[in-house]
């Protein structure tokens, strides 16, 4: 079955950088669009970025030009490095890849922005 395993997260200050991995296995993942979601307490979970299986990338206007998606078809996995780090930006980080039917999430990985 599919499974997606994110790592990397914690907890860093204002304007400091992280770097999330996620590694898949269980699907055929140079063919797969990957993406990131994010949950906010007392938010709804939103989109970060995707990563098409071209390498084609979007970005939720809240990030743009501070993360960058990036996937290793190698490795079968996608990454997210978050430059420029706000409080806001805080929240549980999924990795998620739509399947035939439904989409298949990781467990999530929490991030937390100081001020």
């Known amino acids: 079955q599919v499974q997606l395993v994110e790592s990397g997260g914690g907890l860093v200050q204002t304007g400091e950088s992280l770097t999330l991995s996620c590694a898949a296995s269980g699907i055929s993942f140079r063919l797969a669009a990957m993406n990131w979601y994010r949950q906010a307490p007392g938010k709804q979970r939103e989109l970060v970025a995707r990563i098409s299986s071209l390498g084609s990338t979007q970005y939720a206007d809240p990030v743009k030009g501070r993360f960058t998606i990036s996937r290793d078809n190698a490795k079968n996995t996608v990454y997210l490095q978050m430059n420029s780090l706000k409080p806001e930006d805080t929240g549980v980080y999924y990795c998620?890849?739509?399947?035939?039917?439904?989409?298949?999430w990781g467990q999530g990985i929490q991030v937390t922005v100081s001020s």
């Open positions: 998620a890849v739509p399947q035939a039917i439904g989409t298949a």
